[in-house]
Every structure is written in structure tokens, then in C-alpha cells.
């Protein structure tokens, strides 16, 4: 089973790589719907392995070497087989899946990186993809913002029918699903997925929600160094600075990461250093490219492969050093020889070392900067800690919405739009002056089949990065080591369990409070800056 996932794995991989980067690379996008006949069957052979597990005792099963190598895999999945369907209905569903929600996650897909809009923002008009508008909403200017965002909700709302067919056609699948598998709904199902308790989440988010009046307040000063009551939400990855912006071209950006990463550790800056040098990374925006940032394991070469749409700002910067976490995760546990059972991680986990590497070039910028580049450091870190307590939240509370209202009937775009901008009044609170109703059609984590509440697990891996580079900061002796072996063990216990080796206790609201008071005193010194700097 794991020889056969890994070898899957790789060439659905490779298909998926290669459209991510082209989509209108026709014989790829032929291949990689070849290969989901294939994954249908690998699917069905997987949920029977599920199956045959649970007719075991697990302690017993166990005790055979290689099992219990494998045990918290085959614990989990010995619990995860108590919730299956019976083998007719799971080989159907199976079966069925490409041409369902596989199918309306790849129309979400074609649709945000190759259908286009022409219109002005920069220069002459040109077309427009709405990966490439995003792109621009972080320029200096102001009026390339809004003209983006602008054409951003037209591109949108010319395809809304489909945005809001695909994901009720999603949810509504997942629904019926989890209720024939006895789960209580997506989000119990998420949780276990994730190896995450309920009493964690909870104490995450409950230190969340008392944490958003700090965040407005961020928001709050940022619009006033621009001038501003209120922001416009084409403003919220508005750059600041004092002076001419920071523009950092592709050779600069590797330099200063390799510079910070050494200051860490000679093993992880060695790494990046071979990321580069080997050419891991497909680098620029361009139409037919997904938009964002990701990093992709594939087990066949022990590597991995990192997408960006860099354009040099900062915050594209920051995205480096947090893709190239994922990617030394991914090697750490190549290192440790993991199998793909044993590689399996949860969600939560998997933005562990993401989220740390970030926060060490954040901090070791910080403490060379004068006021006037604190500024700009400190405005990059908070919009992407905003994006991930605040903005994910919104997120969480719609898709939770979805989930709720779709188990009567499925849910008009007006309904989609309101609910949208409900959620984010939930969390923005009075900080913005107008909202996007239109993020549930834009943001394709919604859309990824298998894959339900892809958010929550941003706001638990940034927080726990946070609280794992204070405890580094605290006891710095000995810690790669433990580090390093935590990375490589991510897919072998939970997270309650792992993170216990560090005196962490997640299901303690302290713990997240204690994590939170990191942006919040950064908070405080931002709010300070834009008083002694502004005009």
C-alpha cells in the first residue's frame, strides 16, 4: 500500500504540477483525467484496506514490527473504518467522485486561472486573468488596486452561476456523505481528518475572537498612515513605507532568505540553498498559471516543487521563506525515511514549519530595521496575521454557514454574497469601510474535493509556529534537533500528543492567548510607528 500511494502520488503529482503552471497544456489536462479512472481505483483499494483494518484488534495488531511502525496510521484508520459506508456504496461513491465534486473543483480551477477580462489597470488593457488581477493588490498604487479589485468582481460575477453550482454541488455531496458515514457533519469529519480535538479548536478560537479588536485596530492605524477613515478592502495588502517601496528582484530574495536561514540553521539554509540551485521553482505570474503559493511533495524523487507568482514585493518574500518551511518539512521526513503512511499530515501540522521559517526572517528583519523599515516589516507581518486570524475565521463561519443551510436546499448567490459579507462583519468588525462578497467565489480552498474547512488549520499552524519559535527562543540549546524530529513525525501521532513534547497544551486557550500576544504587541509598536512617522 505505501509503494503503490507513493508511486500514485508522484504521477498525479507530476500531471497536477504541470497544469497548475500551464492549464491550457490540453495533453497534460487529458492525461491527468486519464489518471482519475486510476484514482478511483486506488480509492476503492484504499477505503477497502480502511475496511479490512477495522476487523482487527488494535493492540494486537500492533505488536508485528512493521505495524507498529505504523501505528497511530492504523489506529486511526481502525477508527476512521467504524464510519464507512458499506463496500457497495463506497465503491460507488468512489467511482463517482470524478465526475462530481473532482469535477466541480477543476471547473473552479479552469475557470480563475484561464478565463480572462480585458481591461485597464496598468498601462494599456490587456486581458486579464483573475490570478494576474489579484497579483496587483499589492502595488504601490492605489488606483491599480481598485482597478484590480474592480475587475476582479466583474471577471466573478460573469461566472458566478458556476462559482455558486460548484460549491453547493460540493457541500451538498459532503453532506450526504458524512450523514451515511454517521459523522455529524463536515466539520467532525474535518476534525479528525486534521487530528484535531474539538476541545483544541474551541480554545483556538475562543482566543481568536477575543483577539479581533486587536486586529481592527491594526487596520484602524494602517488606513490612518494612508489618509484614510476607513480601508477600502482593495487596500488591505496595501504596502507602507516611508520613501520609495522595497522592490526585491528573484536572485535578492533567495539571497536574504539563504542570509536568515543560516543564522538558524547551516542544515536548512544548505537545503534552500539546493532549492535553488536546482531550480525547485516556478517563479513568475503569467496567464494559464494557478494563482498563489504552494509547495508539492513527490515522493518518487524525495523532493519537492514550489510555485509562486512573484513580483517582488515583501509579503512575496515572506511567501518564500514559507513555502521553502513546507519543503524542508518534506525533507526532514524524507530524511527519516518515512514512509507514506507515516507522511500522511494533517493539515494543522502541515504549516508548522512554514510558519516558523516565516516568523524567523520576520523577527531577524526586525531587529536590524531602523523605525521607517519597521514599518513596512511590520505592516507585511501584521496583514498576513490579520489574513490568517481574522480573514480565515470570516471563512470558517461561512463555510460553516454552507454546510448548515445546504442540508434543507441549495443556497442562492444572493444568499452566497450575504452570507460572505456577514462573516466578515463577524470579524472585521467596523475596521473596514466596504467588504468583497464576493471571497467565497475567489478564494478555491472552498472548492477542493476531499479536502472540507481549509481553514481553520492556517490559523492552528500559524499560531503554533508562533508558539514554537518563542519556546526556541526561550531554550535555543538542543532545539533543531527536537525540531527537526518533530517535522519528521507530523503524519505518527496527534497533535495534541506532539505538541505536548514541548510543553505545549493545545487544548489550553492560555496557550493560544500566549501565541496571539505576539501580534498583539506588534500591534502596539505598528500603532506607535504610524503616530511618530506619519505626516
Known sequence: FNGLSSDFRTVSGYLSLITSTDSFNDKAQGERSSLMALGARFSILDTRFTAWLGRFNAKELIQTTKAKAHGYSLEKDMIYAQHLMGEEAEELYSNLRASSSVAWSKLHDDLTSRATLRTKVKGSAKEYTIAELKSFSSDKEEGVRKAAFEAER?????????????????????????????????????????????????????????????????????????????????????????????????????????????????????????????????????????????????????????????????????????????????????????????????????????????????????????????????????????????????????????????????????????????????????????????????KGHYYIAGLDFYNFPYTFGYLFGLGLYADYKRQPEGFHERYDKLLSSTGMADARTLAKDFGIDIENVDFWRGSLSVAANRVLEFENLVKALKK
Open 154 to 442: 466583474e471577471l466573478l460575477t460573469q461566472h458566478e452561476v458556476s462559482f455558486a453550482a460548484a460549491m453547493n454541488s460540493i457541500k451538498g455531496q459532503v453532506n450526504e456523505v458524512t450523514k451515511k458515514r454517521d459523522w455529524e457533519g463536515g466539520l467532525e469529519q474535518a476534525l479528525f481528518i486534521n487530528s484535531m480535538s474539538s476541545k483544541s479548536i474551541e480554545a483556538m478560537q475562543e482566543a481568536c475572537r477575543e483577539a479581533f479588536p486587536v486586529f481592527r485596530r491594526y487596520l484602524k492605524a494602517k488606513a490612518n498612515f494612508m489618509g484614510k477613515s476607513k480601508l477600502p478592502w482593495y487596500d488591505l495588502f496595501a504596502p507602507l513605507s516611508v520613501g520609495k517601496v522595497k522592490i526585491y528582484t528573484w536572485e535578492e530574495a533567495q539571497k536574504f532568505i539563504l542570509e536568515h536561514f543560516a543564522s538558524y540553521s547551516d542544515s536548512l539554509a544548505t537545503f534552500a540553498k539546493r532549492t535553488f540551485e536546482e531550480n525547485w521553482h516556478d517563479v513568475s505570474p503569467r496567464k494559464g498559471k494557478t494563482g498563489g503559493a504552494f509547495c508539492s511533495s513527490v515522493p518518487g524523487r524525495k523532493e519537492s516543487r514550489l510555485l509562486h507568482n512573484f513580483t517582488g514585493s515583501l509579503d512575496d518574500v515572506f511567501t518564500l521563506a514559507h513555502e521553502l518551511g513546507h519543503a524542508y518539512h518534506n525533507e526532514c521526513m524524507y530524511r527519516a525515511k518515512r514512509t507514506s503512511m507515516q507522511r500522511a499530515t494533517p493539515m494543522t501540522l502541515a504549516e508548522t514549519a512554514s510558519i516558523f521559517c516565516e516568523t524567523m526572517v520576520v523577527n531577524a528583519l526586525l531587529e536590524k530595521a531602523s523605525d521607517k523599515e519597521k514599518l513596512s516589516i511590520l505592516e507585511q507581518d501584521l496583514q498576513g496575521a490579520t489574513q490568517l486570524v481574522v480573514d480565515i475565521y470570516s471563512r470558517f463561519i461561512l463555510e460553516k454557514t454552507v454546510f448548515d443551510k445546504r442540508r434543507e436546499r441549495e443556497l442562492s448567490i444572493d444568499e452566497l454574497k450575504t452570507t460572505m459579507l456577514e462573516a466578515q462583519k463577524q470579524t472585521y468588525g467596523d475596521a473596514l469601510g466596504s467588504y468583497h462578497d464576493l471571497m467565497w467565489a475567489q
